[in-house]
């Protein structure tokens, strides 16, 4: 079956710009995570959602980052007035629960110029 | 703040070589712990994880990783090492009840054939 699919792979962007990166979890997996990697770091936990309930927005570094998953399957992350720190491989990952496996989608490579 | 801290950033070695990845983590209530890998060009993808029971625990492609809780740590073996294991790996924590995961910066293994 279908992976984790992100969109788009790449974005370039001009600084105090929006964008929006989408994520298409896995068929039937109720938890969604949104990460960051930033060049030579680790992955950063930004939000996690899980079903309907409300999202863990605790990772989420600032509030012109904002995200939401729409009848429990699509995700859409938005940055708000983009700056050049934003600059990052955004990850998305999904799993059937919070203890299962996440699956990770390859990634959408911001630049933000 | 919690954090996960893999001290080799970058390794060689030569095939059948043994390997030991170190990752320790500073949160000193219950965790869950998780070895990922990303191959070239590939997505992230879990190789073993650990949530309760046998400290020593065995992945796919015959990675294991023990627990030491005393030592806060969840390093990653193998005992010969193939030039197809040439990955980053990752190690990671998630706080027993919370959602959030903490990753480590990532060890990148090049193995010579």
């Known amino acids: 079956g279908a992976g984790v699919s992100q969109s788009p792979s790449n974005k370039v962007t001009e600084k105090g710009k929006d964008v929006e990166l989408r994520c298409d979890p896995i068929?039937?997996?109720?938890?969604l995570y949104w990460y960051r990697q930033s060049l030579g770091q680790g992955l950063e936990f930004l939000i996690y959602?899980?079903?309907?309930?409300?999202?863990?927005k605790s990772g989420l570094p600032s509030d012109r980052f904002s995200a939401e998953r729409t009848g429990g399957s699509v995700s859409t992350l938005t940055i708000q007035r983009t700056q050049q720190e934003d600059s990052a491989v955004y990850l998305c990952?999904?799993?059937?629960?919070?203890?299962?496996?996440?699956?990770f989608g390859p990634g959408t490579r911001l630049l933000v110029l | 703040a919690q954090s996960v801290s893999q001290h080799n950033h970058h390794v060689i070695l030569s095939e059948a070589a043994s390997l030991e990845l170190g990752c320790n983590y500073s949160?000193?209530?219950?965790?869950?712990l998780f070895w990922y890998v990303q191959y070239p060009g590939q997505h992230l993808q879990l190789l073993l994880k650990?949530?309760?029971?046998?400290?020593l625990v065995k992945g796919i492609k015959g990675f294991e990783a023990e627990f030491i809780k005393s030592k806060f740590s969840f390093n990653l073996r193998k005992p010969s090492v193939q030039w197809s294991d040439t990955a980053e790996y990752f190690c990671?924590?998630?706080?027993?009840?919370?959602?959030?995961?903490?990753f480590g910066s990532g060890t990148k293994l090049n193995v010579k054939p």
């Open positions: 990952a999904s799993s059937l629960n919070r203890r299962e496996t996440q699956y």
């Open positions: 068929s039937g997996h109720t938890a």
């Open positions: 959602f899980q079903g309907n309930s409300a999202p863990d």
């Open positions: 949160y000193g209530g219950t965790v869950n």
């Open positions: 650990y949530f309760s029971g046998d400290p």
């Open positions: 990671a924590v998630n706080l027993y009840n919370f959602n959030k995961f903490y």
